[in-house]
């Protein structure tokens, strides 16, 4: 695990110069890899790659990057894991390759070197983003993993070609030219994330999950893929499973085992996030079967009991025989890290899971360097309570007329979302929905719309219009919304998950584990998205996955052979935080300043009065947009932080113009 970037200077550099932009852009990226540095530069091509090291295999300086194939034609740096390397390794010593040391970075470089760089690689199996230099056919290549757990950003600005592994990385370069995109702001409002593969800057953009870019020294660039997500859940549906249920069973026992056992390769220690939910304890149960030694596992415990998963994880745990620690933590330590959030993430970033998942990071990375996690399974497996609910609310509305649907959406919103939620204080804890006043809103918007895919998109929206809060921006939206997924997919949660797979998650759940993990230099795997697992999940039939069964079914037996369910039976909690209630408290100052007329104006971005009325409901107790409210926060306070981004120059450095 590492950070990587780089600069191809067309138009010509000095060495001196081209090193020095090497360097800033590389530094900026020592939180990633504190293990070691590494710049490679050709003053003839104008190129220069950076790497900072995070070491977890093959630690000697043999693992040392940028890295050079032994034929010099090809310079690779690379950020992430390749779990299938040794078998690819075996296959080019039969092809007479000769290694020097123990790394995957070789055997991808060597890779490129007998089989070129596409063939190579879609032969991988990993997380991973690369960058690679071809010397003969001066041309550059970029790639990045499947489902995109490890980012790479990139631009090019007339005859430069910037990249690397986070923005700050280009930001240190003196071409940079940053510009903000008003599409990007208003689709950051609907979603607290920025969807691929725009980014909060005009002409700078994020590389898509199994995206490919071949750079040549001359023209625009060639933006692919290597492999195809709507193409693996097309070929699926005409390619079903045909096993009977027990069989499925052992299958997926089979792909989880090889797919967590691969990620348990490392000379560094090792260890793994547990919740106590189906998807950790399913991935620790695994490990701890692969494992001649009780596994280390890491969770957190809140003071609130709305929060803290703490006693479910530990249950697990006592179950399974695995090291575990449960790590206290005080409201005053999580709102800590809100300071911290818009430089750890140097694009505007909002999930509020980011604060914990910021916190177990850290405090693992204390005991271990790498951790597993259960990310991904509420995609594949069709996890979400929204999708279920989504479906349930769609599938008799369907049948009632529009005009009524919506007089009844009137009925709703007539009570307020604390009246709703007071009748709910009722309920058993351990049988009552949070948020329930909060939800029955959200129900009475999506009653009124026409389609279930419109449904859905209101359903993850925080807002229905946003380009009424930010002047002259026309909301940008990822391609998979646009590509009706109604003819890929017939099944309504089918498409849910397989949007959410193209979009939350590597934009929004992937984003937040990366930069709150590499913040620390704590690097985490996630088993449940091996790309074999997920074409073996799109081969299943519908009914084995999602409605006519109970939420993660097939992987729920298979937890089942090591976990009994009743230690991990409980309503869906997720890893959240009680943000009403800070922002209202503890937090109210802060809000109170980013939210001021002087804080709003900076940059002529919003509709001022629209935002402060927000705001203002918000104040007197409407709780039904806060995650709108925690978004305009997030941008402000990024904004502030970044508006004059410091870059390098070859004299020294030098202010960025004013973002407007």
């Not at 300086?61 to 034609?73: F, L």
């Not at 951790?371 to 999708?387: K, M, N, P, V």
């Not at 993850?460 to 997924?485: D, F, M, Y």
């Amino acid at each position: 695990m590492c950070g990587i970037s780089g600069t191809w200077e067309r138009n010509g550099c000095g060495l001196q110069d081209l090193k020095r932009r090497a360097s800033a852009m590389t530094q900026t990226l020592s939180h990633r890899g504190p293990d070691d540095s590494g710049i490679w530069l050709s003053e003839q091509a104008g190129i220069a790659f950076g790497q900072r090291r995070l070491a977890i295999i093959d630690l000697s300086s043999m693992g040392h990057q940028p890295m050079v194939s032994a034929n010099g034609r090809y310079t690779i740096t690379f950020n992430g894991e390749v779990y299938n390397f040794r078998e690819l390794k075996a296959e080019l010593e039969r092809c007479g390759v000769r290694f020097r040391g123990h790394s995957d970075t070789e055997v991808i470089v060597e890779g490129f070197a007998q089989w070129g760089v596409k063939p190579t690689i879609t032969r991988l199996n990993g997380m991973f983003a690369i960058a690679a230099w071809d010397s003969r056919e001066r041309q550059l290549f970029l790639a990045r993993d499947r489902m995109g757990e490890k980012p790479l950003y990139w631009a090019i600005f007339d005859g430069l070609v910037l990249f690397g592994s986070e923005l700050k990385a280009l930001r240190a370069h003196p071409g940079w030219k940053p510009r903000l995109n008003r599409g990007a702001i208003a689709a950051f409002l609907r979603h607290g994330y920025v969807p691929g593969p725009s980014t909060i800057y005009e002409a700078v953009y994020k590389l898509p999950p199994a995206g490919f870019v071949r750079i040549a020294s001359a023209g625009g660039p060639e933006v692919g893929a290597y492999w195809d997500l709507a193409g693996v859940v097309s070929q699926g549906q005409r390619n079903t499973l045909r096993a009977d249920e027990e069989g499925l069973v052992d299958e997926l026992e089979a792909l989880l085992h090889d797919a967590v056992s691969r990620r348990m390769i490392a000379d560094v220690p090792l260890g793994a996030f547990l919740s106590g939910g189906y998807d950790s304890s399913t991935v620790v149960a695994l490990m701890q079967k692969a494992s001649l030694r009780p596994v280390k596992t890491f969770t957190i415990s809140f003071d609130n009991p709305a929060f803290d998963e703490s006693k479910h994880a530990e249950a697990v745990a006592r179950h399974l025989g695995t090291e575990h620690t449960t790590f206290p933590v005080s409201g005053a330590e999580a709102l800590g890290v809100v300071p911290k959030l818009a430089e750890m993430y140097d694009e505007p970033f909002a999930d509020p899971s980011q604060i914990p998942t910021q916190i177990v990071s850290a405090l693992t990375r204390k005991s271990v360097t790498v951790a597993l996690s259960g990310d991904g399974g509420d995609e594949l497996f069709s996890g979400y309570d929204r999708y279920q609910a989504t479906d349930n609310v769609w599938r008799p509305s369907a049948r009632i007329p529009l005009a009524l649907r919506r007089l009844a959406a009137s009925s709703i919103r007539a009570v307020p979302p604390g009246t709703y939620n007071g009748i709910a204080r009722r309920v058993p804890y351990f049988r009552r929905m949070p948020r329930v006043g909060q939800k029955a809103h959200r129900l009475a918007q999506i009653l009124s719309e026409s389609s279930i895919d419109s449904m859905y998109y209101h359903t993850i929206s925080h807002h229905q219009n946003p380009e009424t809060l930010v002047k002259g921006s026309q909301e940008v939206r990822t391609a998979c919304w646009r590509q009706a997924p109604g003819i890929l997919l017939p099944d309504p949660v089918d498409r849910m998950r397989y949007l959410d797979m193209c979009t939350y998650l590597p934009d929004d759940i992937l984003t937040k584990v990366d930069r709150a993990s590499m913040a620390v230099a704590l690097e985490v795997r996630v088993p449940l998205l091996d790309h074999r697992l997920v074409e073996w999940v799109w081969r299943l039939p519908s009914f084995q996955n999602a409605r006519a069964r109970r939420p993660k079914h097939l992987l729920r037996r298979v937890l089942a052979r090591y976990v009994p369910d009743r230690l991990v039976e409980r309503p869906k909690m997720g890893f959240g935080v009680p943000l009403p209630d800070w922002l209202r408290g503890p937090l109210r100052n802060w809000a109170e300043d980013l939210m001021s007329e002087a804080s709003l104006n900076e940059g002529d971005i919003f509709y001022i009065d629209a935002i402060r009325s927000l705001w203002e409901e918000f104040l007197s107790g409407d709780n039904a947009r806060y995650f709108l409210i925690w978004n305009i926060l997030i941008f402000q306070a990024w904004h502030r932080r970044w508006r004059y981004a410091p870059v390098a120059d070859t004299g020294g450095s030098r202010e960025a113009s004013l973002l407007n």
